[in-house]
């Protein structure tokens, strides 16, 4: 038992931690986008389909000894794609075609470890049955797959803990290739073994086992839907979550390790799945996550409603496969129903919304699902009452759902989705403003203008002329013609203030971005400077620029409430170094409300030999204009000196004892945490 729990122990955690290694070694190339780990998890759900498959057609026509045979081969085979790299020529296709792009990266990069991996599990626990007996008691191979989930949890927890904050990329590659080697050897001493002790399937025991009538397609729909379910749940709610925070690996992390935990408890022992009190919890998950999808709230009571629903909801789902499992002579079928519905989950999410839906459907119709498939279940045990009072309660929540899924998009201007973001254009009226118009990604305002004629030229909110930036460019006013640069548009506030002769050129990521800007909002057409739209990743068009020779070069690309991490490393700022006049200005926004990204700037000012300054405003509450802001502006010591002279309104930002510099290969998100 030992040495199949060793290998089924090692076979998970490299599993799982390839994951959050490979999304943040392609995350830069794709925006930062928080759809990368979305098209990530589609991606390893297909490849453990796809291993899951395997098992099941190698244990049904194989013998045992054949099997070995096969997938030892096949894992001396994988040795030849390490280390494990994420190729850098697909960062030319990124922009164009992002979800194929994520796609094909990671099949090149750690598809076939990635794969053989997947199979571990079910393999292992078909030969842990045949090697030591058939009559052996059901629940030891199933214990395998629960330790196999732990150890999943276990690689997932120590990531952002213990591998991002310590290793960078490279050398985390590197440990993972070594402990792939690892783990091959300790599948080639489990396949030794097992050979040497398969017993093949005779007696009264074996033509019992095999005498059992295979599950019904009904119950095969049954556990393909319930994992699908769970599957649905999972992504939609991890998005729900970077949108509005960061597409960091640690909120990755927190509700995957969730649905993990809950396969870990249900599959251990049955007794930890209480089913009446999970039932009864069902009800108060779903009001839970009502008020998530329809208030807004802050972020750590969201995510602490999240997480608990995520846990009921994966408790039952999970739970009630477990009280179905069948027999051990189909173990490996039952897997891959439900890696099918895992797969068809994550495409759902993955795949099929950002192309096909305008709004963040998937949540509501996962939820749906979610309390259909328990009726379902139950259905058959329930009284008359109880139906009738199910009945009623699909019919009210199934209203409830739909009106929620209507409030996404009725009463908006514009509402549009694809790979990158949700966006919402509203419209509200501000007394004695006029109308405010604003853009939104999930419950991050990106930009807003009045429209009233005599104000639609006024910059508001993270922009205005108090803020930072605003400082920055009115200290301009009687410069000569001056060229800006600006990473990320939003609805081009920044555009107000350029004056006839100035050039300004945008970057935007996001093409929706730039035709709303253009479409519901005046500040680019207004502007009598020179508007120029570069279409792609901020960073990645500057580094296939020559130099531009920047007056000012703003940095203002959020996805969702934080700066992207690949724009704030040290190789990021040498590229904006290089597009920057010698006496040139880097403006920085870093408004956050969990991360303190202060450390970070001032590290890499000082790393280049540059002075920083902090402009932190919060405006009066009366000040229609403005909002809390944060920037920090990055000089010439004798260049802020005159900014501050000019100005005024901010601090010197020193660089913070013992910090060690973000690069494209190291960051750690926990030591900024707030």
Known sequence: MALFATTVFLSAFLLFQIQPLIAKMILPWFGGSSSVWSTCMVFFQLELLLGYAYVHVIHEKLAPRKQVLVHGGLLLISLLTLPVAADPSWKDAAQSYPVWSVLAVL????????????????LMQAWYVRTFSPSIDSAHPYRLYALSNLASMLALLS?????????????????????????????????????????????????????TPPPSWRERLVWIGLAATASILLLSLTHHMTQDVAPVPFLWVLPLSIYLL?????????????RPL???ALPVAFFALDRVMDVGMSVPVMVGLIAFSLFVFCMVCHGELVRRKPSVRYLTMFYLMISIGGALGGILVGLVAPAFFNAYFELPIGLFLCAALIALVVWREAGWVLRAVIVLGLLGYGWRLAGIS??????????????????????????????????????????????DDALRRQPTAYYCEKSGVGRVLRS???????????????????ATYGRAGDETRMYEINEQVLDLARRDFTYLSDSPAKIVSVLGDGRLMLEREEPQQF?????????????????????????????????????????????????????????????????????????????????????????????????????PLPPTPGFKPWTDSFSNLFGILK
Not at 112 to 118: G, I, R, V
Not at 192 to 206: D, E, N, P, Q, Y
Not at 476 to 494: I, M, Q, Y
Not at 567 to 594: C, F, S, W
């Open 107 to 122: 099949a090149t990069a750690v598809g076939a470890p990635y794969m053989l991996l997947s199979t571990t599990g079910p």
């Open 159 to 211: 990531y952002p803990v213990l591998v991002e904050p310590v290793f960078v990329v490279g050398s985390q590659a590197v440990f993972w290739s070594t402990g792939y080697a690892v783990f091959v050897l300790s599948c080639l001493v489990t396949a030794r073994f097992a050979w040497s002790r398969m017993v093949l399937f005779k007696g009264a025991a074996a033509e019992a086992s095999d005498a």
């Open 262 to 274: 809950s396969f870990i408890l249900c599959f251990d022992a049955p007794r930890y799945y209480v």
């Open 278 to 280: 999970f039932l009864a």
């Open 406 to 451: 209507m409030e996404y998009v009725d009463g908006y201007r514009s509402v549009v989705r694809n790979f990158y973001s949700q966006l919402r254009v509203s419209e509200q009226q501000d007394p004695p403003h006029g109308t405010l118009r604003a853009m939104r990604h999930g419950q991050v305002t990106h930009g807003e203008q009045y429209m």
């Open 476 to 494: 301009l006013e009687k410069a000569p013609p001056l060229k800006l640069g600006v990473l990320g548009l939003g609805v081009g506030t920044l």
């Open 551 to 651: 007056d000012v070069l703003v940095m203002d690309a959020f996805s969702g409430d934080s700066i992207p991490t690949h724009l704030l490393t040290l190789e990021a700022m040498q590229i904006y170094m290089r597009h920057l006049k010698p006496d040139g200005l880097l403006a920085v926004h870093i408004t956050n409300h969990y991360l303190d990204l202060k450390p970070v700037m001032a590290g890499a000012a000082n790393h280049f030999g540059k002075s920083a300054l902090v402009f932190d405003l919060d405006p009066a509450a009366d000040d229609a204009f403005c909002r809390h802001t944060v920037w920090v502006v990055i000089g010439n010591e004798e260049r802020l000196q005159s900014l501050v002279t000019a100005q005024g309104g901010s601090v």
